[in-house]
């Protein structure tokens, strides 16, 4: 089974930057579409951001349009999630997730995603 790993959560000011990664233990993600999702505490978890299997196709949520770019590298090992201009409503933990697309051109956050990594905590405080 396809494992996540998300790493480059941690602590920064309002108007910061972090880049978060998401890679696979022992695959390739090439095969898969890959979203991130965070959840804060008492509230629902939020689809961020998507970006399809070629990288052709991202959609991002208002909340962070403008701010935050996924990306995914030409080896298709690992995903990253830019963030700049940090707010303090930024704060959660931040998780991947993949799933084999039903629309190989395609990506969204409300597809059902299978294989989920463990999250990594953004923290936006001064």
């Known amino acids: 089974q396809l494992q996540l790993v998300e790493s480059g959560g941690g602590l920064v000011q309002p108007g910061g930057s972090l880049r978060l990664s998401c890679a696979a233990s022992?695959?390739?993600?090439?095969?898969?579409?890959i979203g991130w999702f965070r959840q804060a505490p008492g509230k629902e978890r939020e689809g961020v951001s998507c970006?399809?299997?070629?990288?052709?196709?991202?959609n991002y949520a208002d909340s962070v349009e403008g701010r935050f770019t996924i990306s995914r590298d030409n080896a298709k090992t690992t995903v990253y999630l830019q963030m700049n201009s940090l707010k303090p409503e930024d704060t959660a933990v931040y998780y991947c997730?993949?799933?084999?697309?039903?629309?190989?051109?395609?990506?969204?956050?409300?597809?059902?995603?299978?294989?989920w990594g463990q999250g990594t905590q953004v923290t936006v405080s001064s």
């Open positions: 022992g695959f390739t993600l090439d095969g898969y579409a």
């Open positions: 997730a993949a799933t084999v697309p039903s629309v190989q051109a395609l990506c969204a956050v409300h597809w059902r995603y299978d294989s």
């Open positions: 970006i399809s299997r070629s990288g052709g196709n991202t």
